[in-house]
C-alpha cells in the first residue's frame, strides 16, 4: 500500500519522458505504468522496463493508476485517445489545438462525467499557464490590450509541415518574436499589429539529393496558414550542420497586458509573463503533473467532469498545505 | 431593482479612491456607498458626494451591498476593521502585513463563517497575484528557486516610517532592485543573495527648518528592520523639488523562478511574472474589484468563510462565461 499519486503515463514520446522525469521531482507521486504502441516492448532496455505496457492493456490498470496524464499529440492521438482513457481513469492533458478545444473539451466532458471521472485538459502552457494570465490580466484591468508572443522557440507543428514536403529530409522551424514590435509592447505601447509584424519564422531544411531548392522554398514561404502569413526565411543546410546546431527544442513566449486605469494619462499599468524552456516537453510534462496533483485532489473532493485551468485552485497544485502556503507563499 | 453586484468601499483614501475608478470600468458593477470616518460630509464636493456615509452607518446598509471592499490601512485599520464588516458583509481585502496573515486570516474566518458571509483576504498583488505565482512555479518546477523583487517603485510603509523621524517633513522612498543581481537571475542564474544583494533603498527627505541632518541621516541609515540591513541613500531636498518630482506613486516588481527538470544541465527552464505599475493604489483597486466579483459568485454558490488567492477558480474574476474564456483565452 501507498499513499502517494499512483501516476500512469499514456504515451512515450518526448512529452512521455518529460512526465517520466517530473514525477521523480515530486516526492508525492510514483509511477505506476506507462503504456505505449510504439516500443516492441521485448526488446527494451530501460530503468522502467518492467512499467511499460501495451496501451491496449491500460483497462487492466483501472484500479491501480489514480491519475492517467495523456502525452499523445493533439492532431492525431488525443481525439481518439482522450475520451477512450477519460472513460477508464482520471486524467490530465495538454491539448493544445486551440481552435477545436470546445469539441475536445466536450467530448472529454461526456466521457468524464459518465464515468464519474475528473479529465484536466488543455493545461500544459498555451493553452495553460498563458491562458491562466490573459484571463487574470483581462479581468483586472479591462481597459487595456492583450498580447501573447510565442519564441523563440521551435514550433513542432511548423517543423512537421515542412518534414511532409516531398524532398525534405530533416527540418525544423523557429518561431522568432518581431523584436522591435515586441520592444514597443515592452515599453507599455498597445499598437494593432498584423500577424506578419508579431512573428517571423526561420526554417532549416536539409533535402534530399537533387531535391529542386527553389521550388521547396516555394512551397514553404506560400504553404497556407502555416507560413504565407510571415516573413519566412529558409535556410537549407547539411546534415551534420543540423545534427550539430538544430537538435534542441527550446521555447517560451510571453503573455503582456498594457492598459491604464483611471484617467491620470500617466497610469500606465503593464503586466506580463514569461517562460524561457531549455525542454519545451519537459516543462509541458512539469505543469501536466502539477495538474495530476490537482485531479487527484478534486477527485477526493467528489468532482467529476472536464476541467480547465480556470476552473482550478491553485492550492490544489501544491504538495504543501493551505496553512504552509498561507504562511510561506502569501 | 438591478442585476449589478452592488459595492461597497470601505476607506476612502488612495486606495478607496481606485475602487471608485475601476466600478466603472466594470459593466456588471455598481457602487452602492462609501464609507469614511474622515470626511466632513457636509462640507464635501465630490461627484460622489451622496454615496458617502458615516462607516458608523455602514451595518444599515447590509441588505443593499453585496460586497463591502475593504480600502483601509493594514496596519492600524484591518485588524479591527476587517472582522467588523467580515461579520455584516461579504468583503474583499488587500491585507499586505505578510508576518500577520494566519492571525488576520482566522480571524476573518470566524467572522466571516459565524455570519455566513465570504471574506476574501490579501489580494492586492503582493499579497495576491504574486503569490499566485510563487505558488504556480514552485509546483510546477520543485527543482529551482525563487525570486521576488520589488521596485523600482514607493514603498508607503518605508516612507512612513521616515516621516516619523523628528525634523522630517515631507518624505518618500523608493525601493529599487541591485540591478546587477536582478541581471543575474533574468539571465537564469540562482545565487543565494543576501537582503542587501536584493535591494537598495532611495530616500528624497524635506526637513524642519534648522533640523539636524546629520542626525536625521544616521537615524534612517540605522532605522532597523527598515533601512539598516540595506544600502540606504538619503537625499535631503528642497520643499519645491519634492512637490514637483515625488508625488508618483508608481510600483511594481517581479516573481522569478529559474530551475531545471531532469538531468540535461542545459534544460534550464525560467518563469517570470512582473507588474509595472503608473499608480500602485489604482492597480490594487483594480485587483480587489476583479476579486469582488468573484466573492459574489462564490457567495452565490453557497460558500462562506476567508478565501485566499489559492482558493479561488480564475474562472470566477472574469464576466465572461465559462464557454467564452475557453473560446477566447484558453
Known sequence: MTDKIRIGIAGYGNLGKGVEIAIQENADMELTAIFSKRYDLTKLNHPCKDKIFDAADAHKFKDIIDIMILCGGSSKDLPGQGPLYASMFNTVDGYDNHGNIPNYYNAMNKAATDNGNISVVCAGWD?????????????????????????????????????????????????????????????????????????????????????????????????????????????????????????????????????????????????????????????????????????????KKGCSGAKTVFDIPLKYLSNKTLDELCKELL
Not at 154 to 183: C, F, W
Not at 187 to 213: M, Q, W
Not at 267 to 282: C, P
Request: glycine share 8%; net charge positive.
Open 127 to 299: 493553452p495553460g499557464l498563458f491562458s491562466i494570465n490573459r484571463v487574470l490580466f483581462e479581468s483586472i484591468m479591462p481597459q487595456g490590450k492583450s498580447y501573447t508572443f510565442w519564441g523563440p522557440g521551435v514550433s513542432q507543428g511548423h517543423s512537421d509541415a515542412l518534414r511532409k514536403i516531398p524532398g525534405v529530409k530533416k527540418a525544423i522551424q523557429y518561431t522568432i518574436p518581431v523584436e522591435d514590435n515586441l520592444g514597443k509592447i515592452k515599453k507599455g505601447g498597445t499598437p494593432v499589429l498584423s500577424i506578419r509584424e508579431k512573428h517571423k519564422r526561420e526554417c532549416y531544411v536539409v533535402i534530399e539529393e537533387h531535391a529542386d531548392k527553389e521550388g521547396i522554398r516555394k512551397s514553404i514561404i506560400t504553404m497556407p496558414n502555416y507560413f504565407a502569413d510571415y516573413d519566412t526565411n529558409v535556410n537549407f543546410i547539411s546534415e551534420e550542420e543540423f545534427v550539430k546546431n538544430h537538435s534542441k527544442m527550446f521555447h517560451g513566449g510571453t503573455v503582456i497586458r498594457n492598459g491604464k486605469t483611471g484617467t491620470d494619462p500617466s497610469n500606465d499599468q503593464a503586466l506580463s509573463f514569461s517562460l524561457n524552456l531549455g525542454s519545451n516537453s519537459e516543462f509541458t510534462a512539469s505543469v501536466l503533473t502539477a495538474y495530476a496533483r490537482a485531479a487527484y485532489r478534486l477527485k
